[in-house]
């Protein structure tokens, strides 16, 4: 039997837009919610940038798929900092299973390494922001990481671009 995620997919096909994670943070996995450490901009910026019409709190990360967005994460199983997580936590292949049957319109990696897993490609080699086309795939972008052991990357710009396909 699969080890029980450490947070439920908030998959379904008719999303506009998925955001997929590395894997939950410590407090993440605590608390049961995407993106729960308050240092975390994640909920501030979907606001900020007009993703959402309110500041959600992290425990109504559910109610976000009314408006047509979902969550998952690269790792199901574990969670902490990227470092921490076991390598054979991260499923690529069980990723694109479950985005190819969820079919969204959009997905956004807060983060390179999350981004690195999906594509295939190193992360020095991936930009921020709205990526190549593929074709069969979704609309695909990378944002700059939430986290706050992130700051010194955070830049606001490619998820305005994302809000700004969004629209």
């Known amino acids: 039997m699969p080890p029980k995620p450490v947070l439920p997919d908030m998959l379904k096909p008719g999303l506009r837009l998925v955001f997929i994670g590395t894997a939950p943070s410590t407090r993440s996995a605590a608390e049961g ?51 921490e997580i076991a390598a054979h936590d991260f499923d690529a292949a069980g990723l694109h299973e479950r985005l190819a049957k969820a079919r969204p319109q959009a997905i956004a990696f807060t983060s390179k390494k999350a981004a690195s897993f999906y594509l295939g490609k190193p992360t020095g080699r991936i930009a921020y922001g709205r990526q190549p086309d593929i074709p069969g795939e979704p609309v695909t972008f990378v944002l700059t990481s939430p986290s706050g052991a992130a700051t010194r990357y955070w830049s606001l710009g490619p998820w305005e671009e994302l809000a700004d396909w969004f629209g």
Do not use: C
């Open 33 to 83: 919610a995407y993106y729960a450490h308050p240092q975390n901009r994640f909920w501030r910026t979907l606001h900020e940038v007009g993703l959402t019409p309110r500041r959600f709190a992290p425990q109504e990360f559910r109610e976000l798929t009314k408006l047509g967005i979902g969550f998952t994460d690269v790792s199901k199983t574990g969670s902490g900092m990227d470092h």
